[in-house]
């Protein structure tokens, strides 16, 4: 059997961008923080990392659409897009949750591009807190690896 997998070393010439989500940024910023640590524990050279900023989870799909499309595959081997989205009284949360979680797939599949997905969706504050650098972990983090992965799994098609 031929089995395929990438692994978790991220050369130091390869060029990676963040994209991550200002609302809640008392979280989004240990996410952010979190997929730095990844990136460059994996090798990579934090002069390569590019941090782009949208307002929320809602826009982060506009921006990666507008990376892509201005890259053509060239200047970034891989995107990792981190949000927080926290349920409050409304159903506000559906809605971003679900544009966000939709968008980053739909733009990630139209332009064939390695894409990673580190968007907390909870349903409280605490649960956010959780996994962004305490109890849960750091899904920042995790989605830099996942990112990483991808990206030299790629390499092998
Ligand atoms: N954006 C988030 O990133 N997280 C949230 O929890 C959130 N809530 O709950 O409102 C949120 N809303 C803002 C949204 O992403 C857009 O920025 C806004 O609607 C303007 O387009």
Redesign the pocket.
Known sequence: MNTFQGNLNIGSAERVAIIA?R??HLITDRLVEGAKDSFIRHGGDESKLDLVLV?????IPFALNKILDKDKGKKYSGICCL????R?ATP??DY?SAEATKGIANVALKYNACVSFGLLTTDTIEQAIERAGTKAGNKGFEAMNSLIELINLYKKF
Do not use: L
Not at 55 to 59: D, F, I, K, L
Not at 83 to 86: D, E, H
């Open positions: 989500s609302f809640n307002p929320g989870a809602y826009e949000g927080a989205v926290i409050g506000h949360f971003v």
